[in-house]
């Protein structure tokens, strides 16, 4: 079996790993389709330093991104329950539905946090009561927040 060779990947590759990564690759594989479409580069100390640098910067990034995403959190507990009014029709039940788009525009009137809608889960809205929501601000920060819905 031939030896492996070591790079540093310069892009994310699906099933060999992220920009910065060191891997170790077929020399096939490495001469004739990493290195000419400068996917990888060979292993030196300087470039080592420079993936090594690269990783502790998006670390830091990604650090500061969960601080934000903890104190938006706390902002939306505080706030408590939210309430949105919609007309009602026989037996409590609503015309249309709530939207994440609306419970995110409430949380901002409500908290001045900007929540994206995409990061909603909301569960079916057909009558009037209490439903729990969840919000996902980070991939490691979720917060469940209460929205009654309640006649016009």
């Known amino acids: 079996m031939a030896k492996r060779v070591q790079l540093v990947l310069t892009q994310d590759v699906r099933k060999l790993g992220k920009n910065g990564d060191l891997v170790e690759v077929a020399p096939g594989y490495a001469r004739n389709y990493l290195l000419p479409q400068k996917i990888a580069t060979n292993v030196t100390p300087g470039i080592l330093k ?18 934000v995403a903890l104190t938006q959190k706390a ?28 419970v995110a525009d409430l949380i901002k009137s409500v908290t001045t946090q900007e929540v994206d809608k995409r990061d909603i889960t909301l569960p079916d ?16 920060v979720s917060v469940t927040v209460e929205i009654e819905v309640v006649s016009k």
Do not use: C, M, W
Request: proline content about 2%; cysteine-free.
């Open 50 to 67: 420079q993936a090594e640098k690269r990783r502790e910067i998006e670390r830091l990034r990604l650090l500061a991104l969960k601080e």
């Open 75 to 102: 902002a939306i507990e505080k706030a408590g329950k939210f309430s949105i009014a919609k007309q009602v029709g026989e037996n409590d039940a609503i015309f249309g539905t709530v939207t994440t788009a609306e």
């Open 125 to 140: 809205v057909a009558k009037i009561g209490t439903y729990r929501a969840e919000l996902k601000l980070h991939p490691e």
